[in-house]
């Protein structure tokens, strides 16, 4: 049985209140995910930091990924 057959079976057993919230699911997921070109994360992060001001990006640490354990908890740095 397909995934598709599997979805009519279980639609033709559910209450409309359901369907409802099942129809609203698969329109968001469908416009949102491939109606919308993806974006390679670095692009994300551009824009997420585009209105970071300079004196902020300088106070950041550059070693973050290394020292995760000591930004995070406060452990000692290695």
Not at 64 to 77: E, N, R, S, V
């Amino acid at each position: 049985m397909t995934t598709k057959e599997k979805l009519l079976q279980e639609i033709e057993q559910s209450p409309e209140t359901l369907l409802q919230e099942v129809l609203g699911f698969l329109m968001f997921t469908k416009n949102t995910r491939y109606t919308q070109p993806q974006k390679p994360i670095w692009q994300v992060v551009q824009e997420l930091m585009a209105d970071v001001p300079p004196e902020i990006l300088e106070q950041l640490p550059t070693d973050g990924a290394a020292q995760h354990d000591h930004y995070i908890y406060g452990t000692p740095k290695r």
